[in-house]
C-alpha cells in the first residue's frame, strides 16, 4: 500500500520516526536524494504524473489531553500511521499532533475526519508541510524531547513509585515506540545487555497495525531489574516508558492482536 518511490523532498515517509534526531541534527542537507523516476498516483486534487508528490503530514488540533499514540490511530483506523508527533509548548500539551501517513493520497481520507469525535471532543484535522512537522520535531527535542501527552510528570512520579515496588519475572513493557520502530531499534536500545530478536515481541492491534508497546524477555529477573535504567531515555527523539511486566501479560497483549 506504501508509495514507493520518493517524496518532494527525497524521502520515504515510511522511516520517519527513526530519522528524527538526524533530521534536527543535519538540517536540510540531509536529504540530498533525487525523486524517484515513477510515482502512482494521479487522484485528486493533486496530479502526480512526472513530479514528486507532496510530504504525507496533517495536522491535529483539539486532541484530548489524555490521549495517545494508538488513540489517534484508531482515529485514523483505516490509513497507515508512520509516525505520530504531540506537540507542547513548556512542557505541556497543546491538544495538537502531527500525522505522517503511509502515502500522499491518505492525506485527503485523513481530512475527511475533520470534526469527527474523539471520546467527547471533536478533533480538527488540517492539511500541514513537511517544513511545518521538522520544525516541530525540533522544538519537541529542545523542549520536552516528544511522547505522549499522557506522560506528565505527576502520573510519571506515580509511576515510579509502582515501578520500585514491582516484582521483577525477567519481562519489560515497553510504551512509546514510534510507529516505524523496529526489533533492531530495540536491540540498539538495550545494546548493552544479551538480547535476541526472538525475544522482543512488537505488538498490534486487531488490524494489525503496531500499538507503539512491546516486551522485551531478558535473560533473567537481574538483568530486566538493571535495564529499567533506560526507563526514559530517547529512541530517536521519543523518550521510552519501561515498565516491569511477565509472561502471562506480554501473551495477552500479543493473543489480542491477532
Same mark, same amino acid.
Given at each position: 500500500?506504501?508509495?514507493?518511490?520518493?517524496?518532494? &523532498?527525497?524521502?520515504?515517509?515510511?522511516?520517519? =520516526?527513526?530519522?528524527?534526531?538526524?533530521?534536527?541534527?543535519?538540517?536540510?542537507?540531509?536529504?540530498? =536524494?533525487?525523486?524517484?523516476?515513477?510515482?502512482?498516483?494521479?487522484?485528486?486534487?493533486?496530479?502526480?504524473? =512526472?513530479?514528486?508528490?507532496?510530504?504525507?503530514?496533517?495536522?491535529?488540533?483539539?486532541?484530548?489531553? &489524555?490521549?495517545? @499514540?494508538?488513540?489517534?490511530?484508531?482515529?485514523?483506523?483505516?490509513?497507515?500511521?508512520?509516525?505520530?508527533?504531540?506537540?507542547?509548548?513548556?512542557?505541556?500539551?497543546?491538544?495538537?499532533?502531527?500525522?505522517?501517513?503511509?502515502?500522499?493520497?491518505?492525506?485527503?481520507?485523513?481530512?475527511?475526519?475533520?470534526?469527527?469525535?474523539?471520546?467527547?471532543?471533536?478533533?480538527?484535522?488540517?492539511?500541514?508541510?513537511?517544513?511545518?512537522?521538522?520544525?516541530?520535531?525540533?522544538?519537541?527535542?529542545? &523542549?520536552?524531547?516528544?511522547?505522549?501527552?499522557?506522560?506528565?510528570?505527576?502520573?510519571?512520579?506515580?509511576? &515510579?513509585?509502582?515501578?520500585?515496588?514491582?516484582?521483577?519475572?525477567?519481562?519489560?513493557?515497553?510504551?512509546?515506540?514510534?510507529?516505524?520502530?523496529?526489533?533492531?531499534?530495540?536491540?540498539?536500545?538495550?545494546?548493552?545487555?544479551?538480547?535476541? @530478536?526472538?525475544?522482543?515481541?512488537?505488538?498490534?492491534?486487531?488490524?494489525?497495525?503496531?500499538?507503539?508497546?512491546?516486551?522485551? %524477555?531478558?535473560?533473567?529477573?537481574?538483568?530486566?531489574?538493571?535495564?529499567?535504567?533506560?526507563?526514559?531515555?530517547?529512541? =530517536?527523539?521519543?523518550?521510552? %516508558?519501561?515498565?516491569?511486566?511477565?509472561?502471562? %501479560?506480554?501473551? @495477552?497483549?500479543?493473543?489480542?492482536?491477532?
Amino acid at each position: 500500500m506504501f508509495y514507493r518511490g520518493k517524496y518532494a &523532498d527525497g524521502i520515504d515517509g515510511r522511516d520517519m =520516526g527513526p530519522k528524527r534526531q538526524r533530521i534536527t541534527d543535519q538540517g536540510s542537507s540531509f536529504y540530498g =536524494g533525487s525523486p524517484g523516476s515513477s510515482f502512482m498516483y494521479n487522484a485528486s486534487p493533486y496530479s502526480y504524473i =512526472g513530479q514528486p508528490p507532496p510530504f504525507p503530514v496533517v495536522r491535529l488540533r483539539g486532541l484530548p489531553f &489524555d490521549c495517545s @499514540e494508538a488513540d489517534v490511530a484508531e482515529f485514523f483506523h483505516s490509513l497507515d500511521i508512520v509516525d505520530v508527533l504531540f506537540v507542547h509548548k513548556n512542557g505541556r500539551f497543546t491538544g495538537e499532533a502531527f500525522c505522517v501517513l503511509g502515502y500522499p493520497l491518505q492525506v485527503e481520507f485523513a481530512l475527511q475526519r475533520n470534526r469527527q469525535n474523539m471520546g467527547r471532543r471533536y478533533v480538527e484535522v488540517f492539511r500541514s508541510k513537511r517544513q511545518e512537522y521538522y520544525k516541530a520535531i525540533a522544538n519537541e527535542v529542545s &523542549d520536552t524531547r516528544g511522547g505522549s501527552p499522557r506522560r506528565t510528570a505527576p502520573k510519571a512520579k506515580s509511576n &515510579d513509585e509502582g515501578k520500585e515496588s514491582a516484582e521483577h519475572t525477567g519481562v519489560l513493557r515497553l510504551r512509546g515506540l514510534p510507529f516505524s520502530a523496529s526489533k533492531e531499534d530495540i536491540l540498539d536500545f538495550f545494546k548493552d545487555f544479551v538480547l535476541l @530478536e526472538d525475544s522482543i515481541h512488537m505488538t498490534v492491534n486487531s488490524e494489525g497495525r503496531p500499538t507503539g508497546e512491546a516486551f522485551v %524477555e531478558f535473560t533473567n529477573a537481574e538483568d530486566s531489574k538493571a535495564a529499567m535504567a533506560k526507563d526514559r531515555m530517547t529512541l =530517536g527523539s521519543r523518550y521510552i %516508558e519501561l515498565f516491569p511486566s511477565s509472561l502471562e %501479560e506480554l501473551d @495477552e497483549a500479543v493473543a489480542r492482536g491477532r
